[in-house]
């Protein structure tokens, strides 16, 4: 059997003092020491000659050594493009009935997160500290063990969820969330089939069938009342709302996801009322301090609502204290996006400033952004965004900062369309945003842009005309609406 003991991830810290199931390290079925492994044991042991443990859903050895666990049961396939077969389960009924229930999918998935070799070992353990893969040479080096083509499908799961490749001591942090509550287990069973289908069938996938389940799920959620003021079900609520607003951006439309970020609001308030030493004497959540205390959940609300206000062009549901700075700490949020913490703080004191009053104070608050912008020294493909300086610093897009900034990212990225002036850019901003569909888990439907960009171009910025975040947020208004202004009331 195998010596927990060398396990990257302490398998003590999820077994002991515990009478729940444990989705990785537990299961229905018992070590197969001295049995015939033979029609039981997972791929890659059987073809090792180990003796399997056939742990559920990933062998534990297989976890050890860093390698994409099957399972007892047959390779995953790709999901019905028709009707998938996951169910969103009763939210009401025990939490280890329903973790021995997982659908194979997840084990696919929970293994594809937590066994891709390219993520490294666990920094505490030396026996693994020297495994390095960088995502060039994974797709290239063919493991003893590991055929080529499921490093390359390990490869690309990580990279239809990331940003960038994820630290290594990550995967202990998908384990401990998968079994913290039904609901992230659920919300996470979902997700594992929508990546999944993402992946193999994108163009042939009836999505809506997924946000049929998305919306079901959701409607599970908000029917559970046991234990509904424990802290740790209000922490499960919330970030699962949230990942399930993720999935309604990819697999409906941006009003969808809006609207779930929308009804998340009350329970990041319950939740935030938890946590003193988050607020500010004048009763603001500060976004520094949510960082610095590393409460993940909140942050990743606040993130979603100020990156959503400021692409939609819509207020935040919340005020926020944007007084605090950075701290120079690595965040481990921040390679889920690529999303710097000096990056959120601006992108707050922005949208805090296109509905504050203008005059001499307005106007002395944008050019410390600007400043703080053009100082900050960050590794990307550019030094500013012609939509921060057009939002902010009440310019149009005529001004020659805007110009320049579009022209650079222009010819990187093709990305950038409120400030596109001509011909040539326009059309390869919109031939990059209707590509955009199928490459990775946006956080707001890039392709929905296209007609708002269409109707800003063809309208207000016609023949070239110098336009303004006004006129960007009539034509959004126009071709896009969400529901803004309101926010359902603390229950």
Not at 128 to 142: A, I
Not at 375 to 403: K, Q, Y
Request: hydrophobic share 35%; charged share 20%.
């Amino acid at each position: 059997m195998a010596n927990h003991g060398d396990l990257p991830i302490p398998y003590s810290k999820f077994s002991q003092h515990s009478n729940r199931v444990d989705p990785i390290y537990s299961g229905s079925h018992h070590s197969c020491l001295g049995r015939d492994a033979g029609g039981h044991s997972c791929k890659n042991c059987l073809e090792r000659g180990k003796v399997c443990d056939r742990a559920e859903p990933i062998c534990n050895l297989c976890i050890r050594d860093g390698l994409f666990c099957s399972g007892p049961d047959p390779p995953i396939r790709a999901p019905s493009p028709v009707f998938p077969s996951w169910e969103p389960p009763d939210l009401l009924r025990p939490f280890d009935r329903s973790l021995n229930s997982a659908p194979r999918v997840l084990r696919g998935a929970v293994s594809a997160i937590v066994s891709t070799p390219s993520w490294g070992a666990s920094n505490n353990s030396p026996r693994y500290s020297s495994r390095k893969s960088s995502l060039s040479t994974l797709s290239l080096t063919k493991s003893r063990t590991l055929a080529l083509d499921r490093q390359i499908e390990n490869v690309r799961f990580v990279d239809k969820i990331a940003f960038k490749m994820p630290p290594p001591e990550l995967r202990e942090g998908i384990i401990l969330r998968l079994r913290s509550s039904v609901i992230t287990f659920s919300v996470m069973s979902l997700g594992a089939r929508i990546i999944q289908a993402l992946i193999d069938n994108f163009d042939d996938t009836n999505w809506t069938v997924y946000s049929n389940l998305t919306d079901r799920l959701y409607s599970h959620i908000c029917a559970v009342s046991n234990n509904a003021d424990d802290q740790s079900h209000i922490e499960g609520r919330l970030a699962g709302t949230i990942d399930l607003a993720g999935f309604k951006f990819m697999t409906s439309n941006n009003a969808a996801g809006y609207e779930l970020i929308q009804k998340a609001t009350p329970t990041l308030l319950r939740l935030a009322y938890r946590h003193p030493e988050i607020w500010t004497k004048s009763g603001l959540i500060s976004i520094s301090q949510v960082m610095s205390c590393a409460k993940y959940e909140i942050f990743n609300f606040i993130w979603m609502d100020n990156i959503v206000a400021m692409v939609l062009g819509t207020s935040t549901f919340l005020p926020y204290d944007i007084t605090g700075q950075a701290s120079h700490s690595r965040f481990q949020m921040e390679w889920i996006w690529g999303c710097p913490q000096e990056f959120v703080i601006q992108c707050a004191r922005i949208n805090k400033l296109r509905f504050s009053a203008g005059g001499q104070s307005g106007l002395n608050q944008w050019k410390g952004i600007e400043r703080e912008l053009m100082e900050w020294e960050p590794v990307s493909e550019s030094t500013n965004d012609s939509r921060d300086v057009v939002a902010i610093c009440g310019v149009n897009s005529a001004d020659p900062r805007v110009n320049s900034s579009a022209n650079q990212i222009t010819r990187l990225v093709g990305t950038v369309g409120t400030c596109a002036r001509q011909e040539s850019q326009r059309g390869l901003v919109e031939e990059k945003l209707s590509s955009m569909r199928a490459t990775k888990m946006w956080v707001l439907r890039s392709s929905d842009f296209t007609a708002v960009l269409e109707h800003l171009w063809h309208g207000a910025a016609k023949n070239g005309r110098a336009t303004t975040w006004n006129d960007y947020t009539r034509s959004r208004r126009a071709v896009l609406p969400v529901a803004e202004g309101q926010t359902p009331e603390l229950q």
